[in-house]
């Protein structure tokens, strides 16, 4: 089975620009999380997607939202970006027994 | 709020030495721990706890859950360079959603 693709792997934009992030899980997983992961603050939980909706999310500001689509792929959007948005935005799809796998991550930049 | 705390947090070995990551958590409704190694890329799957006293092991690492005390260990014995990464514990809320708690991490070194 593929694993968790993310696209794109890099992204460098400015502040107040807007994001874009996709993210495809494992063939027949159908919850994906999204991750935010800096040095300073570890691993943090975004949003989880179940059969495209929205089921839990973390303590993040409404400028981060999320959709999932019928056939499980995810998007992330980051709106007005500020520099401490930079970050490693992973993506994770889980299995029935509830493990999650990881997705490469897309590095994102903001200047 | 749920918890996880790791410790520590950094550590520095030979190879061959044998080393034990602590990971003690509070969680409101406690489903199950994993552990994750990250090298310089996204985290990969280790173990999955659900169960107190019962030891996971793969290869050389090992890890065990006490739901009663509210920790977990990971150990890694002969360790070898290819050891060197960070190793993340996490914890899911079962509640009416999934949600997945981190802690900081483990940066352990193995030097030859």
């Known amino acids: 089975k593929a694993g968790v693709t993310q696209t794109p792997r890099y992204l460098i934009k400015t502040r107040g620009q807007q994001v874009t992030l996709s993210c495809s899980p494992i063939?027949?997983?159908?919850?994906v999380s999204w991750y935010q992961q800096t040095p300073g603050q570890g691993l943090q939980f975004l949003f989880e997607y179940f059969s495209e909706t929205q089921r839990n999310k973390g303590n993040f500001p409404g400028r981060f939202s999320g959709r999932q689509f019928s056939n499980s792929r995810s998007e992330m959007n980051v709106s007005t970006l500020e520099l401490g948005d930079s970050a490693l935005y992973l993506c994770a799809s889980r299995s029935e027994v509830n493990t999650q796998y990881f997705g490469p991550g897309t590095r994102l930049t903001v200047l | 709020e749920d918890k996880v705390v790791q410790s520590p947090l950094s550590l520095v070995v030979h190879e061959g030495d044998t080393v034990t990551l602590n990971c003690s958590y509070e969680v409101t409704n406690f489903r199950s721990l994993l552990w994750y190694k990250q090298e310089k890329k996204a985290p990969t799957f280790l173990f999955m706890l659900t169960s107190s006293g019962i030891e996971k092991k793969s290869g050389r690492l090992s890890s065990i859950l006490d739901k009663k005390e509210l920790f977990s260990i990971l150990n890694i014995t002969a360790t070898q360079t290819g050891d060197s990464a960070v190793y993340l514990c996490a914890v899911v809320n079962g509640g009416s959603n999934y949600k997945l708690t981190f802690g900081k991490g483990t940066l352990l070194t193995v030097n030859p």
């Open positions: 063939s027949g997983h159908r919850s």
